[in-house]
């Protein structure tokens, strides 16, 4: 069954600084995997996905991510990090057969400091 | 770029009552989904909709809810007696690929 972890509930960075985002997966193949950002009150925006191929993934913002089959992480990463990133960052696998559904992790929330 | 769209952004309703959620998935797309979150807490998954009929369904998912597409543009998630716990923002989600979601900016459901 799929299942997605994020270890870090709540992390703190001053604006500038870097960040990373932890994510761990569970599934029986290589996945589709996703990392998605919300803004208090909004929607899911997609930030970046990987699918096949190269294991480091742009995405949108400044974020990259990095697929490591050995240790089935995908972990986000941003070197500086803006104030405007506050907010809450999900981690996602997504199935790569039957209804392609997501499992999403239970989150990361993300306080910037001046 | 297309979007799902859904409506109402916000329902207050009273607790028993019956609600209709609205999405309108992008146009050529086949897969459709709802998910829940309660707040505060992960986006968890309710069901996908494929060719008129359920492909998969969570245990959430229990016989109070429903969904539907009426028509060819419009897919609806029915709660048919609202309990306090169903309060939770909903999104829809639709695909066209098998691998990439494309999510509505939710509906807000609180149950008084």
């Known amino acids: 069954a799929q299942s997605v972890t994020q270890p870090d509930i709540h992390i703190t960075v001053s604006e500038g600084a870097s960040l990373e985002l932890r994510c761990n997966y569970s599934?029986?193949?290589?996945?589709?995997l996703f990392w998605y950002v919300q803004s208090p009150g909004q929607g899911l925006q997609l930030l970046l996905k990987?699918?096949?191929?190269?294991?480091l993934v742009q995405g949108i913002k400044g974020f990259e991510a990095e697929f490591k089959r050995s240790q089935s992480s995908f972990n986000l990463r941003k070197p500086s990090v803006h104030w405007s990133d506050a907010a809450e960052y999900f981690c996602?696998?997504?199935?790569?057969?039957?209804?392609?559904?997501?499992?999403f992790g239970t989150g990361t929330r993300l306080k910037v400091l001046a | 770029e297309p979007e799902v769209t859904q409506t109402p952004s916000h329902q207050v309703t009273q607790m028993g009552q019956e609600v209709i959620l609205r999405c309108v998935p992008i146009?050529?797309?086949?897969?459709f989904y709802w998910y829940r979150q309660i707040l505060g807490q992960k986006v968890e998954f309710l069901v996908s909709?494929?060719?008129?009929?359920?492909?998969?369904k969570s245990e959430i998912f229990d016989d109070q809810f429903s969904v539907e597409r009426p028509d060819g543009s419009n897919f609806t998630l029915k709660i048919r007696s609202t309990k306090l716990e169903d309060s939770a923002m909903y999104f829809c989600?639709?695909?066209?690929?098998?691998?990439?979601?494309?999510f509505g900016a939710g509906s807000r459901l609180t149950v008084l």
């Open positions: 989600a639709s695909r066209e690929s098998p691998n990439v979601l494309t």
């Open positions: 990987y699918f096949s191929g190269d294991t």
């Open positions: 599934y029986g193949a290589t996945p589709y």
């Open positions: 909709f494929y060719n008129n009929e359920i492909s998969e």
């Open positions: 996602a696998v997504g199935a790569t057969s039957g209804t392609y559904k997501y499992i």
């Open positions: 146009s050529n797309h086949l897969y």
